[in-house]
């Protein structure tokens, strides 16, 4: 079960690793590894994708595209 979050980064929630450079972009001096996400956070996020939600940040179902203000 894997989570995309578009075309340049996406999560695999099996084995719980964020990859936040796309496989279309060029490696560059800016590296972007891998990464491994915490098991709190991985839990939760399951439980969200579960519940059917496609998107690490949704507001009404629909994907968040910037947050430039919290308020």
Known sequence: MST???EDHWI???RGVFYRRGGDEQVTKK??????LPLRLLGHM???HKNG????VEWCGKP????????
């Open 64 to 71: 968040v595209k910037t947050i430039e203000r919290g308020f």
């Open 46 to 48: 399951r439980r969200w």
């Open 53 to 56: 939600q496609t998107r690490p």
């Open 4 to 6: 995309k979050t578009g």
């Open 12 to 14: 695999d929630l099996d």
């Open 31 to 36: 590296r972007r590894p891998p990464i491994r």
